[in-house]
């Protein structure tokens, strides 16, 4: 992925330094380091939760003025234990772990005070870390809003969105049996729970295509793909669902209501116009929450951050924000 952003995008960077951080309960978290060594820290937020990072996510940094830190959540990416291994025990792997998790990176690695840039899941970790430590974020970079509400669950993974891809979603219900399609998230769970790969693999596999399918404004044959790769969609499947059963631990609302602790935070929403996904009132729910952040609609994007308009509006707000100490 990220193929098509040469032109939009900073070219990659090798990490120059990257590591295993022990972070308790029996986790150990991957994390890297590329960029300027003294340059603008900021740490890189992942999707999901359960995506993982990759390479190209490093691009959205100008390579010479930035400390650039991606870290995998607990339990997918590289970190380990790994949400796919058969008897995943998810129960340290919750919001609020996280959050401490990124607390303890950050002292790892020396740093006072931080960028947080996230996207979708990204944005409601970075609203919930900088909600809980504002003192210790310089800026916040958000894009496709999402923050758990159930309206927002309710839309993409019981039914509304089905009312644009009805095709697709006739996939994602394929492994659930009819006499349980009214509660998707609740049928989903006791699937991807199950020791058995043979009951496990294919939910994993049907919720985490329909995700690919319908992130994109135009379908991303490669990126469908690679979200069928049993490992990675297991580890997707099981810790998006984990979190979505819970409400991410927050109160109803709690990211949006919060807002206000942001106020002295200079911050950048882009947001994707045909986002389905992650659709756009909730994006206008906080910039309504949220007047002093800059807020960026693009007329012709979906939801994920490769999409030409959306990567273009990141990578201004970072660039704009490098030289800002
Ligand atoms: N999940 C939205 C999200 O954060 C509700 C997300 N969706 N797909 C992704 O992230 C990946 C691109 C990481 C697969």
């Not at 985490?208 to 992130?215: D, F, K, L, M, R």
């Not at 906080?286 to 273009?312: C, K, M, Q, S």
Request: proline share 7%.
């Amino acid at each position: 992925m990220g193929g098509g952003l040469d032109g939009i995008l900073y070219p990659d960077t090798e990490p120059s330094a990257h590591g295993m951080l022990d972070v308790g309960d029996g986790h150990r978290v991957y994390w890297e380091e590329s960029g300027a060594p003294d340059g603008k820290p900021v740490v890189f937020l992942h999707g999901g939760p359960g995506g993982g990072t990759a390479p190209w996510q490093r691009r959205f940094f100008d390579p010479e003025r930035y400390r650039i830190i991606l870290m995998d959540q607990r339990a997918c990416g590289r970190s380990e234990p790994h949400a796919s291994e058969p008897d995943a025990d998810l129960s340290a792997v919750t919001t609020w772990h996280l959050v401490a998790d990124l607390e303890l990176l950050r002292t790892h690695l020396g740093i006072e005070r931080w960028q947080v840039f996230g996207g979708s899941w990204g944005s409601a970790l970075a609203l919930a870390y900088a909600q809980t430590h504002p003192e210790r974020v310089t800026e916040l970079v958000l894009r496709g809003i999402f923050t758990l509400r159930r309206h927002e669950l309710e839309w993409f993974y019981e039914g509304g969105a089905q009312a644009l891809f009805p095709d697709l979603w006739e996939a994602y219900l394929a492994p659930i049996p009819s006499s349980e399609r009214s509660h998707l998230i609740e049928a989903y769970h006791r699937r991807l729970a199950h020791p058995d790969p043979d009951v496990h693999v294919p939910a994993a596999v049907a919720w985490s295509v329909w995700e690919a399918s319908t992130i994109t404004l135009r379908p991303d044959s490669d990126a469908i793909e690679k979200s069928s790769q049993p490992r990675s969609a297991v580890a997707f499947a099981r810790i998006e669902n984990h979190f979505f059963r819970h409400g991410g631990w927050f109160r109803e609302g709690q990211l949006i209501e919060d807002a206000h602790l942001l106020r002295d935070i200079p911050a950048v929403i882009v947001q994707g116009r045909y986002d389905v996904c992650t659709p756009m009132m909730t994006a206008w729910d906080l910039h309504r929450a949220w007047p002093e952040a800059e807020f960026t609609v693009v007329d012709d994007a979906g939801h994920a951050a490769v999409e030409p308009g959306i990567a273009a509006a990141l990578r201004a707000a970072t660039d704009r924000f490098a030289d800002a100490r």
